[in-house]
C-alpha cells in the first residue's frame, strides 16, 4: 500500500452522471417503487445496479409526492408545499405556534391577553363583589347623612357602564388573538400529519419493494438448488 488511506469507492449517479462517493448515493433497490417509475421515465436503463444521488433523488420524491397529492385532492395549497418541501429537504414541519405569536406580540395586545384572563378568572369575580358590597355599604351606612353616590347610586352604574364599555373590545381583542392560535396549531398538526401519512405510505411501498426482491432471490437461489440436485442425481446414474 503506497498511501496509509483506502480510496473510497465512487460511482456514477444515473440521473445526473456525475461521480459522487457511495456515501452519497442510493441504490436502485432502496428506492420505492413509484419515485423508481418517474425516474425510468426521465433517464431510460434505470434498473439494478444503477445509483442515484440525494439530491436527484430527493427531486423525484417531491415530484412523485406531488403527483400523489394533486390525484387525491386536486390543487395543492400553501401547506401542501411545504410538507412537501420538507420531505425533499429532510427537516422538520412542526412549529410552536406560541412562541411565533409572542415574539410579534406588541404591547397592547399582551395587556388585553391579561385583562382577558384576569376578567374571566374567580378572582375578578369575587374582588369586584366586593367592592360593589363595600361601594353601597359606605353610602348606605357610613355616609348616610352625606353619601358621595346616594342610592340609587348613580355613579356605580356610570362606573359599571363604563367598565363593561372598555371590557367588552379589550376581550375581543384576545379572542381574535386566540382564534389567530387555535388556526396556526391547526395548520401544525395538519402538516404533521400529512407528513406522517406521507412517509409511512412511502415506507410501506419501500418495504413491499424490497421484501418482492428478496422473493425473487430465494425464487432462484431456489432454482439454482434444485438445478444442482438434479445434476448431481445425473452424476451418481
Request: hydrophobic letters at 40%; a negative charge.
Amino acid at each position: 500500500m503506497t498511501s496509509g488511506h483506502h480510496r473510497q469507492r465512487t460511482e456514477t449517479c444515473h440521473v445526473c452522471q456525475r461521480q459522487y462517493p457511495m456515501s452519497e448515493l442510493r441504490p436502485w433497490i432502496s428506492v420505492r417503487p413509484g419515485v423508481s417509475t418517474l425516474i425510468a421515465d426521465a433517464a431510460p436503463g434505470w434498473a439494478d445496479g444503477r445509483f442515484i444521488c440525494r439530491t436527484d433523488l430527493g427531486t423525484y420524491r417531491r415530484l412523485y409526492v406531488e403527483r400523489l397529492l394533486e390525484e387525491e385532492r386536486g390543487e395543492l395549497g400553501e401547506l401542501d408545499r411545504q410538507v412537501i418541501a420538507s420531505l425533499e429537504s429532510g427537516q422538520y414541519v412542526s412549529q410552536n405556534p406560541q412562541a411565533a405569536i409572542d415574539e410579534t406580540a406588541s404591547f397592547g395586545e399582551r395587556m388585553a391577553d391579561r385583562v382577558a384572563s384576569f376578567g374571566g378568572s374567580w378572582g375578578f369575580i369575587l374582588t369586584f363583589t366586593m367592592v360593589l358590597i363595600g361601594w353601597m355599604a359606605v353610602n348606605s351606612l357610613w355616609f348616610a347623612t352625606r353619601p358621595f353616590d346616594p342610592y340609587p347610586f348613580i355613579l356605580l352604574n356610570l362606573v359599571l357602564s363604563s367598565l363593561a364599555a372598555i371590557q367588552a373590545p379589550v376581550i375581543m381583542m384576545s379572542q381574535r388573538r386566540q382564534e389567530v392560535k387555535d388556526r396556526l396549531r391547526a395548520e401544525n398538526d395538519y402538516r404533521v400529519n400529512l407528513k406522517a401519512e406521507l412517509e409511512i405510505r412511502q415506507l410501506h411501498e419501500k418495504i413491499d419493494h424490497q421484501l418482492a426482491h428478496q422473493w425473487e432471490k430465494l425464487a432462484e437461489l431456489q432454482q439454482i438448488q434444485i438445478e444442482l440436485l438434479e445434476e448431481r442425481g445425473d452424476g451418481r446414474r
